[in-house]
């Protein structure tokens, strides 16, 4: 299941049931890390709306579910797995994708790609197992006569199916991603781009932090993070970036967990949590080194800040290109920086005034929309509820089978066509032939 259609974006699977009204029954079957959280942001605008949330949820959840105050009603399943060893699972395929998959060639990259992918599947497919041979829980979501299904690609489950099958059955895409991001492509009807849902207007800093920030003058501050999902960092690389850090004239604030480096600078501060928006939100922001998620790319171009990027696995790296090829960010590879490649990177982004401008192009852009993406999501999800779904904007390619939607009986008949013709054309050469030798022989004769 590669690309980014599938991993870095988050897509919406709506199929509408029974009943229609102003206020629907949602069920909901989340992933993990940041998935959540765009898609956590929905539903607490469809709470806000009247709408009852059902949130299904394995025992093994990492994000989903946890420490929720909300008024959503979460349907927990047990599973096999623990937390602590799904969160092991996920962080030993991130760094396996990060450090060790060769680059070199995609017949090298793609055979081992595919296997880790395979092995991530697998897990998700035995707690999808465990959810639909759970006969309590299908009974109360049977009685609950649900509205619509909001599910999130990378981990849809019920009889057995294929992807294609599954994702035919969508009556709406929502996709993680908006054209300040993206370049101009052709789209479906039933597509509908919201990324940046989940940025909104910067917050006061927490005292200590924001006393930290305000110290660092005219010089600013650099917002560091690579993540939600704990990518480990060797001891080589954490060192190289605290030390080209400590060289530059700014504060930074560095989302970190792990061993302190040894070369780290006065003028660093590590935090194992950031309020991130709020901070690419201050003023006194200059920059962002990220990983390029799609979260914080879309909080970056919502404020407008130019970025480093270092991407590390998924579709970090098309969405780093793309800010490079738009001019607000300066890539570089995490299994080669150095120290002397960052503060190169910093200084450019930080110096250059055309980055700024860039960055602030593109959060114009992402601000100047007839509606917000966050109402948009909303809106697309009460339309199926109102209409009983969106079939008039499905294609028809779904209703195909696999021949006619690689047009092999049209190939095929354009086949027999030129095969049957150049059979007449071979048999009529071969009776014109055929007299005309015999026409030759009679004369001969005489």
Known sequence: MPGKWIWVLLLLHLSCYFSSGSCGKVLVWPMEYSHWINMKVILDELILRGHEITVVRSSSAIFVGSNETSSMKF?????????????????????????????????????????????????????????ALNKELMSKLRKARLDVLIADPIGPCGEPTTLMETTSRAEIWLIRSYWDLEFPRPTLPNFDFVGGLHCRPAKPLP?????FVQSSGDNGVVVFSLGSMGVNLTDKTANAIASALAQIPQKIIWRFEGKKPVTLGPNTRLYKWLPQNDLLGHPK???????????????????????????????????????????????????????????????TVINNPLYKKNAMWLSTIHHDQPMKPLDRAVFWIEFVMRHKGAKHLRPLAHNLTWYQYYSLDVIGFLLACVATVTFLVIKCCLLAYQTVFKMGKKKKRE
């Open 75 to 131: 349907e927990t399943f047990p599973s096999s797995f623990n937390t602590d060893e799904m969160i092991d699972i996920i962080s030993e395929n991130i760094n396996l994708w990060t450090y060790e998959l060769p680059r070199t060639s995609c017949l090298a990259y793609s055979p081992l790609l595919e296997n880790l992918f395979m092995k991530f599947s697998d897990t998700w497919l035995n707690i999808c197992k465990e959810a």
């Open 285 to 347: 922001t200059k920059a962002f080194i990220t990983h390029g998620g799609a979260n914080g790319i879309y909080e970056a171009i919502h404020h407008g800040v130019p970025m480093v990027g270092i991407p590390l696995f998924g579709e970090q790296h098309d969405n780093i290109a793309h800010m490079v090829a738009k001019g607000a960010a300066v890539q570089l590879d995490i299994r080669t920086l150095s120290s002397k490649d960052l503060l190169r990177a910093l200084e």
């Open 207 to 211: 005292k200590e932090m924001e006393d």
